[in-house]
């Protein structure tokens, strides 16, 4: 089993910056694509960034290409996304999730068999 604890949201300004923290126990996830959503109140949850294990190919969704970026540090169990320039509507719980092993990364929740219980971003414009 893994578990995924994400850490790192908060309070900040539009054209802020945050970077996200996703620390992964239980085994090791190298071998495990992995991916941030987010769900804001009302919302549905959506995909914001993906990364490979094999590849270290990156996908993004288009609302948050070119601002956010999602790294992995397999040595420490960790992936991270470095969201710059945030906007109001970036407001919501951010969630990492991660494949089975040796799984792609997609963009569909349904791809994804292990989640974290979320950190809160919060942009004030």
């Known amino acids: 089993q893994v578990q995924l604890v994400e850490s790192g949201g908060g309070l900040v300004q539009a054209g802020g910056s945050l970077r996200l923290s996703c620390a992964a126990s239980g085994r090791t996830v190298s071998s495990n694509a992995m991916g941030w959503f987010r769900q804001a109140p009302g919302k549905e949850r959506e995909f914001v960034a993906a990364i490979n294990w094999s590849s270290g190919n990156t996908y993004y969704a288009d609302s948050v290409k070119g601002r956010f970026t999602i790294a992995r540090d397999n040595a420490k169990n960790t992936v991270y996304l470095q969201m710059n320039s945030l906007k109001p509507e970036d407001t919501a719980v951010y969630l990492c999730?991660?494949?089975?092993?040796?799984?792609?990364?997609?963009?569909?929740?349904?791809?994804?068999?292990?989640w974290g219980q979320g950190t809160q971003v919060t942009v004030s414009s």
């Open positions: 999730a991660a494949t089975n092993r040796g799984a792609r990364a997609s963009s569909y929740s349904s791809g994804y068999a292990y």
